[in-house]
């Protein structure tokens, strides 16, 4: 019997031994969850590569000999020590999009990295430091998460210089001192959480003309951190600060619509912090105020002609 492959017949990628890729979905392989200790030798054609909750500890350049086709590689909750990453593995993956390596030993970030990269991830390691050659050259690269690690903001700095297409920037749970310098004015959504902030440099969200997320929940703001007016941006629609220690309510943008302010030590409500700016009446759809020393007595009359749409939370 002789089985028969016309010549017209698409090219299927071989799969490595200890990993599946599906019939229908053949540029694909799923390595994930099998006890791996080893990244085992990827074939060219593979696109998408799964190697998440396995026990891989290094990463070596020659299973990705042929492998210039990969476009994802995914490699959470393993146990990689940057040590064991040989040096310019990843620069021969050009046309890498997406490298995700939560959940690992990295104490720093071996480059070069692929200039294809758009999305990186490497939450919950335990980097304490990015130099800014790092990043360099990552044109493309729009979400980076960096959460959860132990930078700091003297180690990042200069880091995202030249990230010309950042949106996305989680920075949270780590221990920075203030927000990062440098990063490119395409930035959408900059999350800070659970850092060390007590203040923010007067003019500093002048530089972020688009940005619409900025949390800075869990840091240790006080109102001699917050410059008048720091936060008089018309592009932002949500603004985190709850958790921390001012004593007064920021002035806001009339724009913004959703703003936290839960458990700080806020004791007076003055209504221009919201209708100051301009004098039109405020689009603030939330505004949580909650553990403050804040109570309905509190609140001005003039409530109704500048918070018009405002749903207000109080309750301790
Ligand atoms: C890469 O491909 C070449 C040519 O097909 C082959 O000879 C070589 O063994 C491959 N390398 C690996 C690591 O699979
Ligand atoms: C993490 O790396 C350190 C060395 O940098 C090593 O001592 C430790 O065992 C590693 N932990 C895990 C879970 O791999
Ligand atoms: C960046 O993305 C554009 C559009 O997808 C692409 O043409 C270009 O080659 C990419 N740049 C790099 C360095 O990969
Ligand atoms: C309310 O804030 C404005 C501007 O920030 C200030 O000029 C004014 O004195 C404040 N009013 C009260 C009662 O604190
Ligand atoms: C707020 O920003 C606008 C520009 O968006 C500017 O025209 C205005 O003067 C600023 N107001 C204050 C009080 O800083």
């Given amino acids: 019997q002789v089985l028969y492959i016309p010549s017209t017949y698409p090219v299927i990628p071989r799969c490595a031994l200890e990993c599946d890729c599906p019939f229908h979905f053949p540029?694909?392989?799923?390595?994930?969850e099998r006890n791996l200790h080893f990244i085992p030798v990827v074939p060219s054609g593979i696109k998408y590569l799964y190697l998440q909750n396995n026990m891989i500890q290094d990463i070596k350049a020659s299973v990705f000999e042929n492998a210039t086709d990969l476009l994802w590689l995914i490699l959470d909750r393993n146990h990689i020590s940057s040590e064991n990453i040989e040096k310019g593995v990843f620069e021969k993956l050009v046309h890498l999009e997406k490298l995700f390596i939560n959940y690992n030993?990295?104490?720093?970030?071996?480059?070069?990295?692929?200039?294809?990269?758009?999305?990186?991830?490497l939450i919950g390691n335990r980097l304490s430091k990015l130099p800014s050659e790092t990043l360099v050259g990552l044109e493309n690269l729009t979400a980076l998460y960096l959460e959860g690690n132990e930078l700091t903001s003297q180690t990042i700095s200069g880091a995202f210089n030249g990230l010309k297409s950042l949106v996305y920037l989680d920075i949270s749970n780590n221990n920075l001192k203030e927000l990062p310098l440098g990063i490119s004015n395409s930035l959408e959504v900059l999350y800070a959480d659970q850092n060390i902030i007590s203040s923010i440099s007067s003019g500093y969200l002048q530089n972020l003309p688009v940005l619409q997320y900025l949390r800075i929940s869990h840091n240790q703001l006080t109102d001699?951190?917050?410059?008048?007016?720091?936060?008089?941006?018309?592009?932002l629609l949500e603004l985190d600060l709850s958790f921390n220690n001012l004593q007064s309510i920021p002035e806001v943008n009339e724009n913004l619509e959703n703003l936290y302010l839960q458990v700080n030590n806020i004791n007076k409500f003055n209504i221009s912090s919201f209708c100051g700016f301009s004098g039109a009446s405020s689009r603030l759809t939330h505004l949580r105020l909650d553990g403050n020393h804040i109570t309905r007595r509190d609140l001005p009359l003039e409530i109704p002609m500048c918070l018009r749409r405002v749903t207000m939370f109080l309750i301790d």
């Fill in 27 to 32: 540029t694909a392989m799923y390595c994930n």
């Fill in 105 to 121: 030993n990295l104490t720093e970030l071996m480059g070069p990295l692929p200039m294809s990269l758009n999305e990186m991830s």
């Fill in 224 to 235: 001699a951190g917050v410059p008048a007016g720091v936060f008089n941006l018309s592009s």
